[in-house]
Every structure is written in C-alpha cells, then in structure tokens.
C-alpha cells in the first residue's frame, strides 16, 4: 500500500482533483481518492473515488469535485492484490485546484 497526501488549504465550497493514472497488470488493486479530516485522525475518512482491477496499458486521466469544508486531508491511496507480482499502479500530474471541476 502507499499513500499521496497534500496538506493544501482551499477557501471554496468545491476544489477539482485531477491526475493521470496507469493500472496495468494481473495484480492490480485499487486506486482510492479519500478526504479525511485532520482534526478526527481516528476517524473514518470519506471516498471520493475509486479504480479497480486492470485499466489497460496505458495512461489516463480522471477529475472529480472533492466538497470541502476547512481541515481536510486528500489522501491517494494504492493497493496491489500482489498475487503474481505482474502489475503496478502509477500516478502523475496531480493537480488541486481551488475550484470545482468544469
């Protein structure tokens, strides 16, 4: 498992999330977009999205509107079944942007 976090401070009542994503392979998990508030750490976090299984090879992109109030986390989390070892999960250009998607 790995896990992305930003600590990134959005003063709107929406922000955009946006990445490019890779999930290719026999082993392939999950790809969880969560938001979690900083101030209940043993509190449950809330999904915002998620991939599974195998994508195909090769790279694509995703947005979604994350609802925000303050203190909030995003957290990106990735998990492998990790039966054979044959796939990843890869990210790139994560972008937050301080207003909702278009």
Known sequence: ???LMDCTHIHQSAACLSFYYHMYGTSIGTLTVYKQDIQL????????????GNQGNNWKSIAANIPVIDNQQVRIEATTENTD??????????????????
């Open 1 to 3: 498992m790995c896990r």
């Open 41 to 52: 750490p043993g509190g449950d976090p809330e999904t915002i999205l998620t991939l599974q």
């Open 85 to 102: 070892g044959l796939g990843d999960i890869a990210i790139d250009t994560v972008v937050l942007k301080n207003f909702a998607c278009p």
